[in-house]
Nanobody
Framework: QVQLVESGGGLVQAGGSLRLSCAASGRTFNSYAMGWFRQRPGKERELVARISSGSSTYSAYYADSVKGRFTISRDNAKNTVYLQMNSLKPEDTAVYYC????????????WGQGTQVTVSS
C-alpha cells in the first residue's frame, strides 16, 4: 500500500504558474504509475495527466485541456511526482488529487487528500 500527500496548491492569477508535489510512502515508488486528477466545482473528477512507472524513461499522457501548459514528472529518488502548471486559467480552478496504481490495474486505488488550486481572473 502507498500513502500520498499533495502540496503546492494555492491562489494564483490567470497566466501564472504553480507546481504541485505528491510525496509517496514506501520503497517501491518506481513500480507505481502515477496520475493527477482534478475536480472542478460542480463537475466530476477528471484525469489531468499520468506518467508511467519505471526507473529511467517514462511515457506521459495529458488531457487536451491542459496539453502544452502542464507537465507531469517524477523523481523516484524522492518518491515524488510533480505537476508543473503554467499559463493557468480560471477554469483550472479545482481540487487536484494525486493517485497511484500498479500498471496492471485499470483503476487507481490509492489517493491523496487533494490540494486546492484557485486561479483568479
Amino acid at each position: 500500500q502507498v500513502q500520498l500527500v499533495e502540496s503546492g496548491g494555492g491562489l494564483v492569477q490567470a497566466g501564472g504558474s504553480l507546481r504541485l508535489s505528491c510525496a509517496a510512502s514506501g520503497r517501491t515508488f518506481n513500480s507505481y504509475a502515477m496520475g493527477w486528477f482534478r475536480q472542478r466545482p460542480g463537475k466530476e473528477r477528471e484525469l489531468v495527466a499520468r506518467i508511467s512507472s519505471g526507473s529511467s524513461t517514462y511515457s506521459a499522457y495529458y488531457a487536451d485541456s491542459v496539453k502544452g501548459r502542464f507537465t507531469i514528472s517524477r523523481d523516484n529518488a524522492k518518491n515524488t511526482v510533480y505537476l508543473q502548471m503554467n499559463s493557468l486559467k480560471p477554469e483550472d480552478t479545482a481540487v487536484y488529487y494525486c493517485a497511484a496504481k500498479i500498471p496492471a490495474m485499470s483503476e487507481y486505488p490509492y489517493w491523496g487528500q487533494g490540494t486546492q488550486v484557485t486561479v483568479s481572473s
